[in-house]
């Protein structure tokens, strides 16, 4: 009696419909963002459950984030209006976890198993190459710890690695082997050895694999263009004998090439259940007619994908709104007020996003966001002040600020490595306590005294020197001088280098982005506040890290990478940095291949729109410590113009429209009382345009002076004051 079920049915198209209704069976739903999957998924689920009175034992889904899989669930629940206990819904991570929990011991593991983490296994090679007498220049840890993960994701084993004599295969090879060996007697496993780990078990338990066979009759998998090697391996071994079997993905939105994911498996999956049949999707529910037209222009760039054209019966939409900002901070200020309107209007904070290509990117944005008291929170990342090399580099600060700091101190004492082990530092600590003085202090006393000797003596010494040389070095710098000088010699930049890899790239990009944080900062120092910048950008980073918990629960605008947008929605987003170089990030354009896999990231991040997207990119941006122009986005650019509504404050483009057309353009203000070294805060002001205004903030000089108006009808305005034709 299907009007029973029209709760289930009722909010689906045909298309979906037959998908969700379909009796048990195998299907592939290849369709555009927003079209849908997930939402068929969730019904599918359901469906089978109240329909085909499959348990929710015999229930499988596996989603891409944790917060998806919380999410899947509820709405499962909430549609069937019942809890369901027995259901397995969660990552591949997470489910590869829960199986060797189970069987631990057919898995080779101990009962309490330890899962490493990226730094601990990073840690943990290091040792191993250490071990095998390998010279760590030339062997770096880092390099063997990607090799090892690509191999692993790949479902190779030491033994199934070929070196055929070439050297570097063959050491790689060793290492791996060595680090295995290592984890097994340490009892620990790494991300990816879950995976495999729980593909072995199954390989070499065809009893075990007999159990889950029979028990997940139903198998869901979204985002699956997305799936590595080793989950896909995993899932055709479940899901063979399978009662059903759904896999939904789009290809166009495979992104995770770089970290070993497989687009091939899409194909690959109709080899291996040549009875799937493929579904596709194609009306797109999500986002406004302009937005999904966008999105299909970008994307119809890339020569190596299915093909799919996405409609709408979604009403037009406002234009996207590119905003060609004159900096970073000028982007992030527009950003911050588009968004104090939107919230004026009624809009929740949470259904507004910012997006960035890199990590970095946030810092400037946080800095705004943070002055206007608008609260956010970064959506799987940590706020700019609290990631690790930040607070590293943070530390060597604000020791060489004042030494007896300890937290400081301890932090980077022996980083980048110096061989001040854990009892030489012991020591210093039961030394400093039972003195009541500081480790500095501790340390010095205890080398004095000769209570520390030999190779720990000589590297305390080494450090010792080293603070000396950066206290020396830094005399007299500039703060952003001061910082990159710190940056430098201490050895961090060169740590990090050379753990290369996407992580390590990103944690350089971030240190960069200090020196920028650095020389904005001293720009703005207040003298009256802190005896020197120094002071105070120890205390401002303090401040804004400690900013997080009050706003972690409150309802906030969403910061995040565009790799971790995939898969959500937001009525409200903004793509910052829409620049050459910045996205497609520079390291795309020197690799041939990486672009396609950028752009389906562009394709990503427009789709992630509801009602209104709105762009920007800078004229001028500092990277690497200095001012540097790039072009605008190729992405931007392949967006039919018709769609695009440009801005440009100081109108001086050719192009420029809103706000731009109305402010007229024009050479010196002239004959205006209105010179750069008399305007003051509060003053009022007189614009030709907009009227009467009281001026808030100006910043500059000479022909570059902007200055911040509240005009009485229209609200507040940065203006070029060269352009501006201001009277008092
Ligand atoms: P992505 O590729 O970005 O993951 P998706 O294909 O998984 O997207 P969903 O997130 O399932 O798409 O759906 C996009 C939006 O459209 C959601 O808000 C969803 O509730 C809505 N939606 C999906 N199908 C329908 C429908 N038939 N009627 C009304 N709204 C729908
Ligand atoms: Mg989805």
């Known amino acids: ?88 819904v969660g990552t591949f991570h997470g489910l590869a976890h829960r199986l060797l929990r189970a069987h631990w011991q057919e898995a080779g593991l101990p009962e309490h198993f330890q899962i490493l983490d990226s730094d601990d296994q990073h840690r943990l090679i290091r040792r191993v190459i250490k071990d095998l007498n390998l010279d760590e220049q030339r062997w770096p840890p880092k ?11 790949e479902g190779l084993r030491p033994q199934n690695i070929q070196a055929n004599g070439d050297l570097f295969l063959a050491t790689q090879r060793n290492i791996y082997a060595a680090y295995e060996a290592a984890c097994q007697r340490a009892g620990a496993i790494d991300f990816s050895e879950l995976l495999l780990r729980a593909l072995d078990l199954w390989r070499n338990h065809p009893g075990l694999l007999e159990h889950y066979q029979r028990r997940f009759r139903h198998l869901l998998v979204d985002e699956f263009q997305d799936t590595n090697a080793v989950q896909y391996a995993w899932l055709r071994l479940l899901g063979q004998s399978g009662d059903s079997l759904m896999v939904v993905g789009d290809d166009d939105q495979s992104i995770y090439g770089w970290r070993g994911a497989k687009i091939q498996n899409i194909f690959q999956f109709c080899t291996d259940f040549p009875d799937a049949r493929t579904v596709r999707l194609e009306q797109n529910y999500r986002s406004s007619a ?82 206007e ?32 700091q300890d937290a400081a101190l301890e932090r980077i004492i022996n980083l980048p490595t110096r061989g001040i082990g854990d009892k030489t530092l012991d020591q210093l600590r039961d030394y400093a306590r039972a003195h009541q003085v500081s480790l500095w202090t501790a340390l010095h006393q205890s080398l ?17 020197q080293l603070l000396e040389e950066l206290t020396q070095a830094v ?40 020196v920028n944080a650095a020389a904005a900062f001293e720009q703005d120092w207040d003298s009256s506040e802190t005896p020197t910048p120094l ?24 910061l995040m990478t565009l790799h971790t947008a995939k898969g959500l929605e937001f009525p409200l987003v903004f793509m910052v940095g829409m620049e050459e170089g910045l996205f497609p990030h520079q ?25 209104r997207l709105v762009m920007s990119h800078a004229e001028v941006r500092h990277l690497y410590g200095k001012e540097v122009r790039h072009a605008l986005s190729r992405f931007v650019r392949e967006i039919p113009s018709a769609l695009i509504h440009s801005i440009r404050l100081s109108g001086n483009s050719g192009r420029a429209s809103g706000l731009a057309t109305s402010a007229p353009r024009l050479s010196e203000s002239k004959g205006t009382a209105v010179a750069g070294t008399e305007l003051k805060v509060g003053q009022l002001v007189r614009h030709a345009l907009f009227g009467v205004g009281v001026l808030q903030a100006f910043e500059g000089s000479g022909a570059h002076t902007r200055v911040q108006i509240k005009f009485d009808t229209e609200g507040t305005k940065w203006l070029m004051l060269s352009h501006a034709k201001l009277e008092s």
Request: charged fraction near 25%; hydrophobic fraction near 40%; aromatic fraction near 6%.
């Open 535 to 558: 002071a105070g950008f120890l205390a401002h980073a303090s401040l804004e890290s400690g900013e997080q918990q009050a706003a972690e629960h409150e309802d906030s605008v969403q």
């Open 290 to 371: 302009t937005i999904l037209n966008a999105a299909n222009a970008v994307i119809a760039h890339n020569q190596e994908r299915l093909g799919k054209e996405l409609w709408t019966e979604g009403s037009q939409g406002e234009p996207i709104a590119l905003y060609a900002a004159f900096n970073e901070y000028d982007e992030a200020r527009y950003v911050t007020e588009q968004i104090r309107q939107a919230i004026g209007r009624g809009l929740a904070r949470q259904d507004i996003a910012i997006l960035y290509r890199s990590n970095a990117q946030s810092r400037v944005l946080e800095e705004s966001l943070l002055r």
């Open 448 to 464: 004095e005294r000769a209570l520390i000797s030999g190779r720990a003596a000589s590297a305390l010494l080494g450090f010792v």
């Open 143 to 153: 390099q063997a710890q990607i090799f090892i993960n690509s191999r692993k994701d």
């Open 1 to 88: 009696n299907t009007d029973d079920l029209s709760y289930l049915l009722n909010d689906l198209n045909d298309a979906q419909r037959q998908a969700v209704a379909a009796p048990p069976d195998r299907q592939r739903v290849l369709a555009g963002a927003g079209s849908g999957k997930t939402r068929v998924l969730v019904h599918r689920i359901a469906w089978l459950i109240q329909v085909e009175q499959a348990s929710p034992y015999s229930v499988l889904a596996v989603t891409f984030t944790n917060k998806a899989a919380a999410e899947m669930r509820g709405r499962i629940q909430s549609l069937l209006g019942q809890h369901l206990q027995g259901m397995w």
């Open 373 to 404: 008291g608008i609260p956010y929170r970064i959506y799987g990342g940590q706020r700019f002040f609290e990631r690790a090399e930040i607070k590293n580099a943070m530390a060597y600060l604000c020791v060489i600020h004042n030494p007896h």
């Open 475 to 514: 005399q007299g710098a500039s703060l952003p001088r001061l910082t990159q000088i710190l940056i430098e010699r201490s050895g961090l930049w060169e740590y990090h280098r050379n753990e290369k890899g996407e992580k390590a790239r990103t944690r350089l990009e971030n240190l960069e982005e200090l």
């Open 587 to 611: 390291m795309s354009l020197e690799e041939p291949g990486r672009l396609e896999e950028e752009r389906r990231l562009a394709y990503v991040g427009i789709t992630r729109a509801m009602q």
